[in-house]
């Protein structure tokens, strides 16, 4: 019983995980209108869950590291009850931040499951050095990293798009004054007689910018949405790569269960939860930092992607939301267009996910050891 009580957590930590991390790769596409939300989500699913299958092989280092090896003895990661207390408190933590919108860590919260859960069950025999070395060094330094090279990646591709004479287009909005007729002819508006008209630059929630020109027939604003999409498609497919392992890292308990099996039962749970509770974040991450183009977006999710895909083969528990967040905050600094309160509620959201997932977790692993009395 208590073993399916642990993978039962871990499914719910893993729809918990889908709900507020899916529509982060996918975030620039709709921010930038280059696609609507049901799109959006639809490629953010195809692809997360494709990462999932392939963390199959290429992320059996992340599964070590969140089983809580080397943080704790290994009589205590044997105990489902200590699993459990991780896999929960880290699930509530991310559970109520997708309810107020903030985009928090999966990573974070499990990291700071594992330290409230270990430090309750082992007091000081729980390994400090390990934690700060392993796991919060590089949650850290991935988001400004992030931010740098996008800045820096934006600023190059503004470049070489003016030195190759690429241009780009506003939309305008045509406001009616006193019930006058528009009329569009030769590519031109043109107003009738003593017919007043408004141009106006569209709201911040319609406004596009398009790139001009072509090369070999194709438009350049039809490459760069092309290009955009599997940059996005790249960021969520390494976000699955990276996300799954440590949430199926807490199924090393139950030792007759398939570990492969488990990949896919996470990957599924956390396609369920972005389908069903991803939008609130989705709108916070993609209108709500930073208005952005399609090529802007591009930028950040190369960045996103590079350094997601990068810590996952090297067993590095970076966080893809605050590498998201990082290289689109990038974007707005360059553009001097970012929303500083939003941002600051996002930071305050990270410092708070660590010690309210930690205390989570030192509560249920009470809670759970007294009913086991």
Not at 27 to 35: E, I, Q, R, Y
Not at 146 to 154: G, M, N, P
């Amino acid at each position: 019983m208590i073993l399916i009580l642990l993978f039962i957590a871990a499914c719910f930590l893993a729809y918990s995980n889908g709900a507020n991390d899916n529509f982060k790769g996918v975030a620039t596409l709709f921010g930038s209108n280059t696609t609507n939300y049901k799109k959006a989500i639809t490629w953010a699913t195809i692809t997360t869950f494709a990462g999932s299958v392939a963390a199959i092989f290429l992320a059996s280092t992340l599964v070590k590291n969140f089983s809580g090896k080397g943080l704790v003895p290994d009589t205590l990661i044997q105990m489902p009850v200590f699993a459990i207390s991780v896999a929960l408190g880290a699930a509530l933590t991310v559970f109520l931040a997708t309810k107020i919108g903030m985009p928090i860590s999966t990573t974070h919260g499990l990291v700071g499951a594992l330290f409230g859960t270990g430090l309750m069950a082992v007091g000081m025999d729980f390994n400090f050095s390990k934690l700060s070395a392993s796991f919060l060094i590089p949650l850290l330094v991935s988001p400004l990293m992030a931010a740098v090279l996008s800045f820096i990646a934006y600023l190059i591709f503004r470049f070489i798009r003016e030195k190759t004479g690429i241009s780009k287009s506003s939309c305008l909005c045509v406001n009616e004054i006193a019930g006058s007729a528009v009329e569009m002819q030769a590519n031109s508006f043109v107003a009738a007689k003593n017919t007043q008209i408004e141009l106006v630059r569209c709201k911040k929630e319609k406004y596009t910018e398009k790139y001009d020109g072509e090369i070999f027939g194709i438009t350049i604003q039809k490459i760069m949405d092309v290009l955009h999409f599997l940059s996005a498609g790249v960021v969520s497919f390494a976000r699955g790569l990276n996300d799954t392992p440590k949430i199926v890292g807490l199924l090393l308990v139950i030792n007759t269960f398939n570990l492969q099996w488990g990949m896919l039962a996470i990957g599924v749970a956390m396609t369920v939860g972005g389908i069903l509770n991803a939008k609130r974040v989705g709108l916070t991450m993609s209108k709500k930092i930073t208005p952005m183009s399609s090529g802007q977006g591009l930028s950040a999710n190369l960045i996103t992607g590079l350094l997601v895909t990068t810590a996952s083969i090297h067993g590095l528990p970076v966080s893809t939301t605050h590498v998201s967040v990082g290289s689109i905050f990038g974007i707005g600094t360059v553009t001097k267009k970012a929303n500083i309160q939003v941002v600051s509620k996002i930071v305050l959201s990270w410092v708070l996910t660590l010690p309210i997932a930690a205390i989570f977790g030192a509560l249920i692993y009470l809670c759970l050891q007294f009913i086991n009395k």
